[in-house]
């Protein structure tokens, strides 16, 4: 590597192989805790569906039904029945990303004869890792917002919700704060008999010190060659990898409740005083329906946990054409080198099929991708008596709290 280092950005021995393969070595901790969980897992059909097409940025994979039906008596009279199995679609999409810099945006970390590839790799590396995880978000805010009937089923059945519950348990510890049986009931609700499956636990910081304060997270570590044992930073919750990352959900606005509770106002159609709050101002209202005047509210802030299991995404690296070049630009500010990086990647939900129903290009942005209309569970493709999955069989599941 030792051709590479240099102490600023030349674009005429950029080398865009070596470099690519030196971004993929450089430790990127969410997604490699992702894997690691197994919550993300390659799917050979999705690769091979998008590698042996050029240009596509659909595609619609088959999903095999698990056997089923009531036992027949065996009798030596009854006739026996044979049943069929279900092939379900899903629709994946490739979520494809792009962005350059200058090479003044790495001026000062590049000087003295610092080494190119590592140090500009690793940024590369660490930008596109919150990238994906931005992604994922987009994603799971679009599954939960799907509607209809039977996606009401996972939507419901897979949010567990405490924010609005009122007292305290034995210990004293607020019944909307995630507390001692929140996953395990969260799990429970969601997947059923199936709860084993998940592994994983993204938060919110504040969520995450809430739960070390009642020592309800367990931390791992590691004995060193002399002995000395260490902390990881990486803590269990029931059991589960926690991944405690600020980006997650937290929404600040105003819950239902009674005059004594401290900061309570009082809320008015207008004209607001000390301790009073105008309705229209009541946003967003985290109670039931529509917040009404002369009502109580207090303000807090809503945090969404999200629970993943084995297989929750489908994940494959579609890759670009050209993932890293560098452009020399002689004009500019006289005289400038770009570095720019492209991807193109699948995250696909177990279960849940992306319908491309509103999306204007042929790479869904983010806010295409938090549609619920974009979503909807894995069917059969009928036009009419849809079967749909078994919404316990994914793994995925989120919970809702005030910390």
């Known amino acids: 590597m030792a051709e590479y280092t240099q102490s600023k950005f030349d674009s005429k021995s950029f080398n865009p192989?070596?470099?690519?393969?030196?971004?993929?070595?450089?430790?990127?901790?969410?997604?490699?805790?992702?894997?690691?969980?197994?919550?993300?897992?390659g799917n050979q059909q999705i690769k091979a569906a998008f590698?042996?097409?050029?240009?596509?940025?659909?595609?619609?994979?088959?999903?095999?039904?698990?056997?089923?039906?009531?036992?027949?008596?065996?009798?030596?009279?009854?006739?026996?029945?044979?049943?069929?199995?279900?092939?379900?679609?899903?629709?994946?999409?490739?979520?494809?990303?792009?962005?350059?810099?200058?090479?003044?945006?790495?001026s000062s970390d590049i000087t003295g004869g610092t080494d190119f590839m590592g140090n500009v790799a690793q940024q590369v590396a660490e930008y596109w890792d919150g990238v994906d995880q931005d992604t994922l978000l987009s994603i799971l805010k679009g599954i939960f917002s799907m509607t209809g009937a039977e996606n009401l089923k996972f939507v419901n059945g897979h949010?567990?919700?405490?924010?609005?519950?009122?007292?305290?348990?034995?210990?004293?510890?607020?019944?909307?704060?995630?507390?001692?049986?929140?996953?395990?009931s969260a799990i429970q609700k969601a997947c059923g008999d199936n709860k084993a499956k998940f592994t994983l636990v993204v938060m919110h910081s504040t969520v995450?010190?809430?739960?070390?304060?009642?020592?309800?997270?367990?931390?791992?570590?590691?004995?060193?060659?002399?002995?000395?044992q260490r902390d990881l930073g990486l803590g269990t919750w029931n059991g589960r990898i926690v991944l405690i990352d600020?980006?997650?959900?937290?929404?600040?606005?105003?819950?239902?409740?009674t005059a004594e509770e401290p900061g309570a106002l009082l809320v008015k159609d207008s004209g607001a005083s000390d301790g009073q709050i105008n309705k229209s101002d009541v946003t967003p209202y985290f109670g039931t329906g529509s917040v009404t005047a002369e009502n109580y509210v207090v303000p807090g802030v809503q945090y969404i946990t999200y629970v993943l299991g084995d297989g929750a995404f489908d994940y494959e690296?579609?890759?670009?054409?050209?993932?890293?070049?560098?452009?020399?630009?002689?004009?500019?500010?006289?005289?400038?080198?770009?570095?720019?990086?492209?991807?193109?990647?699948?995250?696909?939900?177990?279960?849940?099929?992306?319908?491309?129903?509103?999306?204007?290009?042929?790479?869904?942005t983010a806010a295409e991708l938090e549609k619920g209309a974009n979503w909807t569970l894995v069917h059969n493709g009928a036009s009419s008596s849809k079967e749909y999955i078994d919404h316990k069989a994914i793994p995925i599941a989120r919970i809702i709290s005030r910390g």
Request: proline share 5%; net charge neutral; charged share 20%.
């Open 51 to 106: 590698s042996s097409q050029t240009g596509t940025a659909f595609a619609t994979i088959p999903m095999t039904g698990r056997i089923g039906g009531t036992p027949l008596n065996y009798d030596g009279q009854t006739d026996i029945t044979a049943q069929k199995t279900t092939t379900f679609e899903r629709g994946v999409v490739v979520v494809g990303r792009a962005q350059s810099w200058t090479e003044l945006d790495f």
């Open 317 to 364: 690296n579609i890759g670009a054409k050209v993932p890293y070049e560098m452009s020399r630009d002689p004009k500019t500010n006289g005289g400038q080198d770009t570095l720019y990086s492209r991807q193109r990647k699948v995250f696909a939900p177990y279960g849940i099929s992306y319908t491309r129903s509103s999306q204007a290009t042929l790479s869904p």
């Open 208 to 228: 995450a010190t809430n739960l070390e304060n009642l020592n309800l997270l367990a931390y791992l570590k590691q004995t060193d060659e002399s002995g000395v």
């Open 17 to 41: 192989v070596a470099f690519g393969a030196y971004v993929e070595r450089i430790p990127t901790t969410k997604r490699n805790e992702l894997i690691k969980s197994r919550a993300l897992r």
């Open 246 to 257: 600020d980006s997650m959900p937290a929404t600040e606005g105003y819950y239902p409740a």
């Open 159 to 184: 949010t567990y919700d405490i924010t609005l519950a009122t007292g305290k348990d034995s210990d004293g510890h607020a019944l909307n704060m995630a507390g001692s049986t929140t996953l395990n």
